[in-house]
């Protein structure tokens, strides 16, 4: 029972409410029982791992209501650049004959992904642009997107770099450059770039799947990809104080 107590205010109480039902409706979905291509290029193969086992998470760490409505913030600007792109004249497809997203399965379901569409037809981009293309986008806030600007993806943006090599890979879907679009969440703005296909980091990346799953289904813990657990990437991780307790 939830104790609505005088003291709280009304935005409390709301939002209480709020995270509760998108908490329920998480865990209505259950569990993904694969490894997403749109993790592969994150630092740590042991968080990696965590993820592949379904591992519980540190007590306290559990993702929270906000998080969930940033995540779902990020699913309506897709949606809105999705109808953005096609009002620009660009013929975008998000979903197969079938009704099902676009995407792949490897290693017998083990690796999937799933991308966010096909440009088929639209303007020409130049630069070597050139269609049938992959779509991804990202909603960022202001300093992330900035960051990206500045430095482009494959320096700012590791994982998402990582993400498109990938899904040009096993789509068949290298032959042109990718176009990533990323929204600023605070100023609206759009970055734009084109990504030629990186056969390379595609490459690595499936090794990297291979060796990620393979280890985890014989039991063993592949070493930390973050030696200081004081590292803003280990300190966010959910599974933290799990993986320094184990002595390697």
């Not at 650049?81 to 998000?94: E, I, P, Y």
């Not at 303007?123 to 642009?129: A, E, K, Q, T």
């Not at 280890?215 to 104080?241: F, K």
Request: charge should be negative; aromatic fraction near 8%; hydrophobic fraction near 40%.
């Amino acid at each position: 029972m939830m104790d609505f107590n005088a003291s709280r205010s009304l935005s409390d109480q709301v939002t209480t409410l709020i995270d509760a039902g998108m908490q329920r409706a998480r865990a209505e979905q259950g569990k993904r029982g694969y490894l997403g291509a749109s993790r592969l290029g994150a630092a740590c193969e042991r968080a990696l791992q965590y993820e592949v086992a379904d591992a519980p998470v540190d007590p306290g760490r559990e993702t929270d209501g906000r998080m969930l409505r940033v995540f779902e913030r990020g699913h309506v600007i897709e949606d809105c650049m999705v109808g953005w792109l096609r009002a620009a004249g660009f013929d975008l497809r998000t979903r197969d004959d079938a009704g099902e997203q676009f995407g792949f399965s490897a290693l017998e379901g083990r690796l999937q992904g799933h991308v966010d569409g096909v440009l088929v037809a639209g303007p020409d981009l130049g630069f070597g642009s050139g269609y049938p293309a992959l779509w991804e986008n990202k909603c960022l806030g202001a300093k992330s997107w900035r960051e990206l600007e500045r430095h482009r993806l494959a320096v700012a943006k590791p994982v998402y770099a990582a993400q498109v090599a990938l899904y040009q890979a096993y789509l068949g879907l290298h032959a042109h450059p990718a176009l990533f679009t990323a929204v600023n969440a605070d100023t609206m703005e759009i970055h734009a770039e084109l990504v030629p296909f990186d056969a390379a980091l595609a490459q690595r990346m499936s090794d990297r799947a291979v060796k990620v799953i393979t280890a985890t289904e014989a039991g063993e813990l592949l070493p930390r990809g973050i030696v200081d657990p004081t590292h803003v990437e280990c300190r966010m991780c959910p599974w933290q104080d799990r993986c320094w307790r184990v002595s390697a």
